[in-house]
């Protein structure tokens, strides 16, 4: 009786929080904040596995160097029946996959202007009639191409879309193949496929749309795609069939369901093997992603496509191999974003695919999966509710990471051992509820309330404000509010090959020196609040608690402060042999809420809003223009005492309205004649060129690049420029530049 007029209150609790999660993994309440940590979780799992070269998958990569040799993109269909000639007839590869689409005729040979020629303005010189009859063979591109496909292991690509242009090949099969069973797929209403002579010549054609999660990332592959009444092949899915020598692809459907229409698998019979492969519902197959992507990923080889057409390749490397031609300049977009990387070879995504298929290797989630996760659920909670109220602080923590240990390895045990995937998120907070729980019931009530809020806002501000809060606590709230603030977004250039590079204690130390400088800083003279560190980023705003007036003034200053900090800690790097600092800040002013929110769970003083989001994405923005800091027109006009540098007029994503970001470069009273000087230029050569006046923007930026080959911003002008003489904006364009980046 004792222990329960002790205990009771917490065990009551805990057997409560155990039962909450033992319902949510019977599926009886849902939450998707704990089913997006439980995908993040298995993206961190994905990220963990070490890349080993596959040599059998070889992506053919029109890249940079390509473009430089052959020309810009998309070439004429002469050098593509030259490239399928090489890999197919000189190198020997057992099948060709292209990630492109060839809809639209090739004219790019000017045949069908000697044509129009000779039959009108011409048509009195009939040796020119003779002569092109002796030339068409030659200059239509699409024969070449159309030949150098005929009886090659080649499988053209096509999307998914709204319109029906060119044709598909055959369908794997058919819905009356399915003999009156019902096949739920990625249905689309037509297509943007091959011409029909390039088509017929081909082996086959495989989509390569890619279907995207609710953020954005790839992480599944639909292999067969419902099109009217036929049912065809991924990309990928093709490809294999071709490597394998398949006849056929066919549907099992082991214990068919006929309500959710789904199939259990997809067959692939060949003269080369069979395999079975395990879909989910819609015949979605998760994409196993290994290494980072592209030719430093480690996981494929990547050879040149220009290399190819010239012989450069060792033959070894392409001999029997399944080559997929694919691009990874940034130019042509075929960058996804996934769980490994944002900017993913979207070619890379169907090599996974293929190396899955190949392996018979797939991480699947088992139907019995929902059982285990009961299990570890039952187990961990009722433990952790009878033994935590018991322990002393320093044994709950103890016994709380053991229990937090276990189930991570449980889970890591499940994927890499037996391919199971499995979530453990609802665990994991479990523990962490219930420690929390424990360690926090006595402080809850020996804290009067005005104690514990100062005491509160002391994480976040700086001493000289938590003196003055402290004096009149009553006077301040973390109940949500609309304000007037300016918010600061901070991060580390490059921080992941930072990490890999210093060993654990290093990165330890190194990131410690810079989290410290940057937090004075924010929170010294100029008296910020310090919302959170997110790994190597650092999030910061002013205005709140204490309300200032020159919050924004305050929020430049810092970043200037900050930027003279990095500099000093860099040199003090490199003289340690670490790799040097650098970061990138984004700033940003507007009406924000700020209070303190969260769940029931965990909260946090902090800020959102639009405003907030913008200042984020101009945090990232500084890399594509190659500057330490960013803020938003807002901030600009609220902190007028300070020199800006305009960088541009964007749209970022999620915003419909452009806003103009600008460089704070210090006080006037700071900088050097000549840094006004070369900014009174960079004002009138940006104005050039949002007149579209090319000639003169190109001779003013031209001038201040020679005179500051550093600075990236020129760099960025230049290419922009060169990018709009051979593709001009039109008369109505308004000079917006649209980040569909996050």
Avoid at 230 to 249: E, H
Avoid at 443 to 466: C, D, N, T
Wanted: aromatic share 8%; with cysteine.
């Amino acid at each position: 009786m004792k222990l329960l007029r002790r205990y009771g209150a917490r065990w009551a609790l805990g057997l409560a929080l155990t039962l909450a999660a033992l319902a949510y993994v019977m599926g009886m309440w849902s939450s998707h904040a704990i089913a997006r940590q439980d995908t993040i979780i298995g993206d961190v799992r994905m990220r963990l596995e070490a890349p080993v070269l596959d040599p059998r998958i070889v992506i053919v990569d029109i890249d940079t160097k390509s473009l430089g040799e052959v020309g810009r993109f998309p070439w004429s269909r002469n050098v593509l029946a030259k490239l399928v000639d090489q890999l197919a007839g000189h190198y020997g590869a057992a099948a060709i996959g292209f990630d492109i689409s060839f809809p639209e005729p090739d004219t790019s040979s000017g045949y069908a202007v000697l044509d129009r020629l000779a039959a009108h303005e011409l048509k009195d010189v009939p040796a020119l009639r003779a002569q092109l009859a002796q030339l068409q063979p030659a200059l239509d591109y699409d024969g070449l191409f159309a030949q150098a496909l005929q009886g090659r292991p080649v499988v053209l690509g096509y999307n998914l879309a709204a319109v029906k242009r060119g044709v598909l090949p055959a369908p794997a099969f058919t819905a009356a193949d399915l003999r009156g069973r019902e096949l739920v797929a990625y249905a689309a209403d037509g297509y943007e496929a091959n011409l029909a002579r390039l088509q017929a010549a081909a082996r086959g054609a495989g989509s390569f749309t890619v279907i995207s999660d609710d953020d954005g990332m790839v992480r599944s592959s639909s292999l067969l795609q419902q099109i009217g009444d036929g049912y065809y092949p991924s990309l990928a899915l093709a490809t294999a069939a071709v490597y394998l020598d398949a006849s056929k692809l066919t549907p099992d459907f082991g214990k068919y369901d006929a309500d959710s229409g789904a199939a259990d698998a997809i067959r692939v019979v060949g003269t080369r093997g069979k395999r079975r492969i395990p879909v989910g519902l819609g015949l979605l197959t998760a994409v196993q992603f290994r290494g980072t992507g592209g030719p430093q990923g480690g996981a494929f080889r990547y050879v040149s496509a220009a290399d190819v057409l010239a012989g450069r390749v060792d033959p070894r490397v392409l001999k029997g191999a399944i080559v997929l031609v694919g691009t990874t300049a940034p130019g042509l977009q075929d960058l996804r974003a996934t769980p490994v990387n944002k900017e993913y070879p979207g070619v890379e995504v169907h090599a996974n695919v293929i190396k899955s298929i190949l392996d018979q290797h797939y991480k699947t989630h088992p139907d019995y999966a929902s059982g285990i996760e009961f299990a570890q659920v039952i187990v961990v909670g009722l433990a952790l509710s009878l033994l935590l109220p018991a322990l002393a602080p320093l044994a709950a923590v103890l016994t709380s990471g053991i229990a937090f240990a276990a189930v991570v390895g449980l889970n890591w045990y499940a994927y890499r051992a037996l391919d199971w995937t499995t979530d453990m998120f609802i665990c994991l907070l479990l523990v962490a509820v219930l420690f929390v729980l424990n360690l926090a019931w006595g402080w809850f009530f020996e804290h009067r309330k005005g104690r514990a809020l100062v005491s509160r806002f002391g994480e976040y501000v700086a001493p000289e404000l938590v003196a003055q809060m402290a004096e009149n606590p009553e006077a301040y709230t973390m109940e949500g509010e609309s304000r007037e603030l300016s918010v600061m977004f901070v991060d580390v250039r490059g921080f992941t090959t930072i990490s890999e590079g210093l060993s654990p204690k290093a990165l330890r130390e190194y990131i410690n020196r810079y989290l410290t400088a940057m937090s004075e800083d924010i929170r010294g003279s100029h008296q910020g609040t310090l919302d959170k560190y997110i790994g190597d980023a650092v999030m910061a705003f002013w205005g709140a608690p204490v309300a200032f007036a020159d919050h924004a003034s305050r929020a430049v200053a810092t970043s200037l402060l900050m930027q003279a900090s990095a500099a000093r800690l860099n040199e003090d790097f490199q003289r340690r042999g670490w790799p040097p600092l650098a970061i990138g800040i984004g700033i940003n002013s507007g009406l924000m809420h700020v209070g303190d929110m969260g769940s029931a769970i965990r909260r946090a003083y902090t800020v959102m809003g639009d405003a907030v989001n913008l200042g984020s994405r101009l945090e990232g923005i500084t890399k594509v223009y190659g500057v330490g800091i960013a803020v938003g027109q807002a901030t600009r006009l609220a902190a007028p005492e300070f020199v800006y540098r305009e960088l541009d007029l964007v749209r970022v994503k999620g915003k419909n309205e452009p806003v103009a970001i600008f460089e704070p470069l210090g006080k006037p009273a700071d900088l050097d004649p000549a840094v006004l000087d070369e900014l009174a230029a960079w004002d009138g050569a940006l104005a050039k060129v949002r007149a579209q006046d090319w000639d003169g923007a190109q001779g003013a930026i031209a001038a201040l690049h020679a005179a500051h080959p550093q600075r990236a911003l020129y760099t960025l002008y230049l290419e922009r420029i060169a990018h709009w003489r051979a593709d001009p904006p039109g008369a109505g364009w308004d000079g917006v530049t649209t980040f569909e980046m996050k």
